[in-house]
């Protein structure tokens, strides 16, 4: 089964907020989640990555 990391009770909750844009929506999708404070630690989202490579590339270019 899954490992239980939420049997430490001494750490409280935290709770995320995202507001995601929906593509060809006007609405914004609001995903919530509860997190154990100190078991959080934010990936790079694979977005993000790909961003900052193609800034890299369109500015190698430009130079």
Same mark, same amino acid.
């Given at each position: 089964?899954?490992?239980?990391?939420?049997?430490?009770?001494?750490?409280?909750?935290?709770?995320?907020?995202?507001?995601?844009?929906? %593509?060809?929506?006007?609405?914004? #999708?609001? $995903?919530?989640?509860?997190? /154990?404070?100190?078991?959080?630690?934010?990936?790079?989202?694979?977005?993000? %990555?790909?961003?900052?490579?193609? #800034?890299? $590339?369109?500015?190698?270019? /430009?130079?």
């Amino acid at each position: 089964m899954f490992p239980d990391i939420f049997a430490n009770q001494e750490l409280p909750w935290d709770v995320h907020l995202n507001m995601i844009p929906e %593509k060809g929506s006007p609405f914004l #999708r609001m $995903e919530l989640r509860l997190v /154990k404070v100190g078991l959080f630690r934010p990936q790079p989202s694979t977005q993000n %990555k790909a961003n900052r490579r193609q #800034r890299a $590339e369109s500015i190698r270019m /430009k130079g």
